[in-house]
């Protein structure tokens, strides 16, 4: 039996110990332990800043998965790894998947 997920659009999932999140890669996913988060940023997206990228960077610094939905989206959470690009999510639910990121992040950078 695996590991019972917490969270799962179809697009991002979070289990006990990393976010996973799909079509990150062209050919796969990118999954990203917890202990690895140094920051969670939550933003407003706008059409210059997000809102119309439905796959890859525009800036060479952030990098959005392939997400089809993400123009009716309003909220970003950019995940600082500690090096570029930043991996950048549009969860369905962001405020849940916040509160996951936050409550298993290392206590010392919450």
Same mark, same amino acid.
């Given at each position: 039996m695996g590991i &019972? %997920? +917490?969270y799962d659009d179809g697009r991002i999932a979070c289990d006990e110990h990393?976010?996973?999140i /799909?079509? @990150?890669y062209l050919w796969g996913h990118k999954r990203i332990p917890y202990s690895s988060l140094s920051a969670v940023t939550r933003r407003r997206m706008t059409r210059l800043r997000g809102r119309w990228r439905i796959w890859g960077s525009g800036d060479f610094r952030h990098? @959005?998965?392939? *997400?089809g939905t993400r123009p009716r989206k309003t909220w970003a959470l950019d995940l600082e790894v500690g090096k570029? &690009? +930043? &991996? %950048?999510i549009t969860p369905? *639910?962001?405020?849940? %998947?916040?509160q996951i990121l936050r409550a /298993?992040? &290392?206590s010392a950078t919450r």
């Open positions: &019972p %997920v +917490i990393c976010v996973h /799909r079509w @990150y990098f @959005y998965n392939l *997400d570029w &690009p +930043i &991996p %950048v369905d *639910d962001p405020d849940r %998947v916040e /298993r992040m &290392p």
